[in-house]
């Protein structure tokens, strides 16, 4: 099999092509950039299901003084007494594995760390605006039922939130992103096969003279077939070449500022969107040659 004459075939069906081929590459690009983008997402729900869930708890936010929650009107701030007796309930419950109480100070450095990048949000509130809290750790997360309604009502309890329910609502978001993505992309994987089809019957049109005297000549099945496969490589190469730069892009400008704005999301790690590139390089290419080749068994008589 001549080297040379096959990548002179390629660069004919490329340049002939041109058109067409570019529109194959930037439909692989989209396609595998929203395939990667849904496996990023999903590999950011896995980290944070993992993180977060053996920190599930809930919290009692104590009353304080002018307090504006109605279970704090005309009382002042919850006195010490209080805050050992309801600790010693607390501890108290079956469901209950541990209880912290957090300072006014020690909530007024997690809300520091947590929106350390809106100065502005960070200027309005001092530390005598946060509330204090018991911070209470369920034995199972999912059975805070009892400890919830206990704490409901309980004498110097301005607001009682459960971390279940917010990370049920934020996980179902990103499950439905996640979905919403994979489903374009299977759209554009779609797209892409059949574009990339017609892509190679056109150039085997064009050529049909180059294979008619090739196959008269003796020339085998994969000889004739190989240009065409190549092309379609080289065109799903390309186009997971830009996926990959835009599921790079994707990292540093979507995942990294949902950390930043959302208290809840964790750091996406590079290994990540690295395995997530090379996937989706891969099933690009896959598609590629496997569009080519079926196309070319149907519509090329070799």
């Not at 930037?26 to 729900?45: D, E, S």
């Not at 077939?225 to 080289?234: A, D, R, S």
Request: with cysteine; glycine share 6%.
């Amino acid at each position: 099999m001549r080297a040379n004459f096959i990548f002179s075939e390629v660069w004919i069906g490329l340049r002939r092509n041109l058109t067409m081929t570019i529109a194959v590459i930037v439909t692989v690009a989209i396609g595998m950039a929203l395939l990667g983008i849904g496996l990023l997402i999903n590999a950011q729900v896995g980290h944070m299901s993992s993180y977060w869930s053996d920190k599930v708890q809930l919290s009692a936010f104590l009353c304080k003084k002018n307090d504006v929650f109605e279970a704090c009107k005309g009382r002042g701030a919850v006195s010490q007494q209080e805050k050992d007796q309801l600790k010693s309930r607390i501890q108290g419950m079956p469901q209950v594995e541990q209880v912290t109480f957090e300072p006014q100070q020690e909530a007024y450095e997690k809300f520091k760390e947590a929106y350390s990048s809106n100065t502005v949000f960070l200027n309005a509130v001092k530390a005598e605006d946060m509330p204090e809290s018991f911070r209470v750790k369920l034995k199972d997360p999912n059975d805070y039922k009892a400890v919830f309604d206990a704490l409901k009502g309980a004498p110097g309890v301005s607001n009682v939130v459960n971390d279940q329910e917010l990370l049920d609502k934020f996980f179902g978001f990103m499950n439905k992103l996640r979905l919403s993505a994979l489903i374009v992309a299977l759209i554009q994987v779609f797209a892409a096969i059949l574009l990339i089809g017609n892509t190679v019957r056109l150039s085997a049109y064009n050529r049909r003279r180059e294979t008619g005297i090739m196959r008269l000549v003796g020339a085998s099945n994969l000889y004739i077939q190989l240009p065409f496969v190549m092309e379609g490589t080289i065109a799903g190469l390309i186009g997971g070449v830009i996926s990959a730069v835009m599921l790079m892009v994707a990292k540093v400008v979507l995942f990294d500022s949902l950390q930043t704005n959302f208290v809840l999301a964790t750091q996406l790690d590079w290994a990540d969107v690295a395995q997530v590139i090379t996937f989706t390089t891969v099933i690009g290419v896959v598609i590629c040659i496997l569009a080519s080749f079926f196309t070319l068994r149907r519509y090329l008589r070799v």
